[in-house]
């Protein structure tokens, strides 16, 4: 299966090594899928089963892509960790690349274009990409299906 992922017009410089994760992935978790002609929006989900607040690990990585014409563009990229204190933990958001709304938002740093994150995605994918070899994460990935 082939997981067209088109990159033409988008400022941040999403590697081939990020493309093959993501399409190694989806032929895993949806063998058969024709993406093209049965999805929508594929959602991929990459998780450290022993991250925890108090033993901390590698962060949750959320990546969503929608169909577009005869592919699938990023919609976001968001890197969730702990936050709070006692009782009240909670998983948020501590980076987010949302493609839609061209911003890069860090926790507790203001909210910047995309193009201003280049180099910072560049240094978050690399390192994205060297935990999925690690075998870091668990993946599950989700599929909405297109409309007839």
């Known amino acids: 299966m082939s997981l067209p992922i088109l990159t033409d017009g988008l400022v941040l410089p999403v590697s081939h090594a990020l493309i093959q994760i993501l399409t190694e992935e989806l032929t895993r978790h949806a063998p058969g899928l024709d993406p093209v002609q049965e999805a929508s929006v594929i959602t991929f989900n990459f998780r450290d089963r022993d991250y925890s607040a108090a033993r901390g690990g590698y962060h949750p990585v959320e990546i969503r892509l929608s169909r577009s014409d005869n592919g699938f563009r990023f919609d976001y990229l968001t890197d969730f960790s702990y936050v709070g204190a006692g009782w009240d933990i909670e998983l948020a958001k501590e980076i987010d690349f949302d493609i839609n709304a061209d911003c890069c938002e860090v926790r507790f740093c203001r ?38």
């Open 111 to 148: 909210p910047v274009p995309l193009r201003a994150a280049v180099d910072f995605f560049t240094t978050f994918q690399d390192n994205f990409v060297a935990y999925y070899q690690l075998g870091a994460f668990t993946i599950e990935v989700s599929v909405e299906k297109a409309d007839g």
